[in-house]
């Protein structure tokens, strides 16, 4: 993590590396390791005139100790930037506006390897960083643009890549807007989007974005063409995550293209049949084996943990279920991450605790200590109690700023931002960095990994 840190958090650097170590003191201390004395360097010398000499030294001490004692453990291993490695496969992919690394890591499962990642996001690279083999060379941290303006610097990294994959954020895929993509001001991200696939002219891409994309579906396949200069087969999907063992009701727009003759009619029959062969989910699927917690009592507290209201990381064994057994591609884990609830006050607590599942804001028994009635057109869908026998509503970003639409189905409080992994498909060792409302937000931003899966799957059988 220290090379992370160091590349891209440099005005911050002693402040994650002195967080860096009291995480892995806390999680040695899981293992009941003592903390080893290293008799010489094994971090980079360079970090020793910004760290000073005793958090050099603490730190050095901490990653000598993993490296001698942890070696079978994968999830500490990730802490070792040594272990990231150049990437080497036939089947390299690049992710743009990757955020936390949802996309990636479905396309990843699908035996792609990632070479080229970018996100404006930091505290999203940094997830990425943790939970990928990716060295920090690999990273862009900053606005595509800039990227674009300075792809001289990177263009040795684009070399043999098969597939693109992004979702650049465009306000302007509306019926109403008549304005042409590329022209809208709103829509930067999505020039310099196809900016990226015209540099790279990979055998395939993929754009993601909200289903009013396809309301401007043959100006993008003609903006590609143009500025690639590619002659790009183009297959539109909406695809709805529930059809693809993804327990939650989230609806997508895909586009996805080839330049090496694969007809839409054949991308379609294979995903379908991926659609018609999955297993479905629901709510009470991905909730099952977690232990219970209660709302936080402290308010302008969630970097605080207890046993009430969960942790960032503890020890735990997570019992396996058909759904937990797909998303963890079988493997096991000692540890529960992001398993925390944050702040409500007592009326929302009170709200929770008297809907019952499948209830909202209209319910009769909240009427009397319902805030905002009078604002009913802006507040009726202010409180939303799932059902545990459906699939959950979208996830989405505005977790970050409350989660009273997903207040869980028996406990009284909001879903935890482990329950929303689950419920977009991350396995369950991936372990979300930064602060609890920054977990929600990379939850809900990425792509659910179970849905990348099938897509990146479907593509790979092409070369099979």
């Known amino acids: 993590?220290?090379?992370?840190?160091?590349?891209?958090?440099?005005?911050?650097?002693?402040?994650?590396?002195?967080?860096?170590?009291?995480?892995?003191?806390?999680?040695?201390?899981?293992?009941?390791?003592?903390?080893?004395?290293?008799s010489e360097p094994v971090i980079n010398e360079e970090y020793r005139k910004m760290l000073g000499e005793e958090l050099f030294s603490e730190l050095n001490n901490l990653y000598y100790t993993i490296e001698k004692t942890q070696k079978e453990?994968?999830?500490?291993?990730?802490?070792?930037?040594?272990?990231?490695i150049q990437p080497d496969s036939e089947f390299l992919f690049a992710d743009f506006f990757c955020g936390a690394g949802g996309l990636s890591t479905g396309i990843t499962q699908a035996g792609f390897?990632?070479?080229?990642?970018?996100?404006?996001?930091?505290?999203?690279?940094?997830?990425?960083?943790?939970?990928?083999?990716?060295?920090?060379?690999y990273f862009f941290a900053g606005d595509i643009e800039k990227l674009s303006l300075g792809i001289n610097d990177y263009r040795h990294l684009f070399k043999n890549i098969k597939l693109v994959?992004?979702?650049?954020?465009?306000?302007?895929?509306?019926?109403?807007?008549?304005?042409?993509?590329?022209?809208?001001?709103?829509?930067?991200?999505?020039?310099?989007?196809?900016?990226?696939?015209?540099?790279?002219?990979?055998?395939?891409?993929?754009?993601?974005?909200?289903?009013?994309?396809?309301?401007?579906?043959?100006?993008?396949?003609?903006?590609?063409?143009?500025?690639?200069h590619v002659e790009y087969e183009f297959v539109p999907f909406v695809l709805n995550a529930k059809d693809f063992a993804v327990p939650q009701n989230r609806e997508r727009y895909f586009l996805i293209g080839n330049k090496i003759g694969v007809s839409s009619l054949e991308i379609e029959m294979r995903l379908n049949s991926f659609r018609n062969d999955t297993e479905k989910y629901l709510l009470k699927d991905a909730l099952f084996g977690l232990p219970e917690i209660e709302t936080n009592p402290h308010i302008n507290s969630s970097h605080l943990d207890s046993e009430a209201h969960g942790y960032t990381m503890r020890k735990f064994f997570i019992e396996k279920n058909r759904f937990l057994s797909m998303i963890n591609s079988d493997r096991h884990t000692d540890y529960l991450l992001n398993h925390k609830s944050r702040y409500n006050n007592e009326n929302d607590i009170e709200i929770f605790s008297r809907l019952k599942p499948g209830e909202d804001s209209t319910a009769t028994s909240i009427q009397d200590i319902l805030k905002y009635k009078n604002r009913e057109n802006i507040f009726k869908d202010k409180y939303k109690k799932l059902r545990n026998d459906e699939v959950c509503k979208t996830i989405t970003s505005h977790m970050k700023f409350d989660c009273h639409m997903y207040i869980h189905p028996f406990q009284a409080r909001g879903l935890s931002p482990r329950e929303a992994a689950r419920v977009q498909t991350f396995p369950d060792d991936y372990f979300f960095r930064g602060t609890l409302n920054d977990w929600y937000y990379q939850i809900g931003n990425a792509v659910p990994v179970r849905l990348a899966y099938v897509i990146a799957k479907t593509i790979k059988s092409f070369y099979q």
Not at 73 to 84: G, T
Not at 115 to 137: G, I, K, M
Not at 175 to 195: E, G, V, W
Not at 212 to 217: I, L
Request: glycine content about 2%.
């Open 1 to 38: 993590m220290l090379d992370f840190y160091y590349k891209y958090c440099k005005a911050r650097f002693a402040v994650k590396a002195k967080e860096l170590s009291k995480e892995l003191r806390t999680i040695l201390s899981f293992e009941s390791t003592p903390v080893l004395t290293a």
């Open 73 to 84: 453990n994968q999830f500490i291993l990730r802490y070792l930037d040594e272990n990231k």
């Open 113 to 137: 390897a990632p070479v080229f990642v970018n996100d404006h996001n930091v505290s999203a690279l940094e997830t990425y960083y943790f939970n990928h083999n990716l060295p920090a060379d």
């Open 165 to 228: 994959a992004g979702g650049p954020p465009c306000q302007g895929f509306s019926m109403a807007n008549r304005q042409p993509l590329k022209d809208d001001p709103r829509n930067t991200l999505y020039r310099f989007f196809l900016d990226m696939i015209s540099e790279i002219q990979p055998d395939w891409f993929v754009m993601e974005n909200v289903r009013g994309m396809r309301n401007k579906e043959k100006e993008i396949e003609h903006d590609i063409r143009k500025i690639t």
